[in-house]
């Protein structure tokens, strides 16, 4: 078993930034191959916005580039959003996790049962 643990979220208002982490624990090594941050918007189904696998390569979701970074420690099984020019558009409850690659990622899927989740609320 996986677990994940999100922090970093907050209020922040829009053209500010903020720093998401998410600790992986237990049996990372078995599925671990690439992580990713998903988002879940109010009234939206979750879509991935971010991901990275274990060379160091990453592919972000159009609505993010270029003002989203994502960035891993594999040592410590973290992963890190650091989301600059936030908008208002990028309220969401933000969520890490892992799948077998980050093509499989950017196509929505995990493998590990959801954490909690952090919440980013970015205000006009």
């Known amino acids: 078993q996986v677990q994940l643990v999100e922090s970093g979220g907050g209020l922040v208002q829009a053209g500010g930034s903020l720093r998401l982490s998410c600790v992986a624990s237990?049996?990372?090594?078995?599925?671990?191959?690439?992580m990713g941050w998903y988002r879940q918007a109010p009234g939206k189904q979750r879509e991935p916005v971010a991901a990275?696998?274990?060379?160091?390569?990453?592919v972000y979701s159009d609505s993010v580039k270029g003002r989203f970074a994502i960035s891993s420690d594999n040592a410590k099984n973290t992963v890190t959003l650091q989301m600059n020019v936030l908008k208002p558009e990028d309220t969401a409850v933000y969520y890490c996790?892992?799948?077998?690659?980050?093509?499989?990622?950017?196509?929505?899927?995990?493998?590990?049962?959801w954490g909690q989740g952090t919440r980013v609320t970015v205000s006009p």
């Open positions: 996790n892992a799948d077998l690659s980050i093509a499989t990622i950017e196509g929505g899927s995990a493998l590990v049962d």
């Open positions: 237990g049996r990372t090594s078995a599925v671990i191959h690439a």
């Open positions: 990275i696998d274990r060379d160091g390569n990453a």
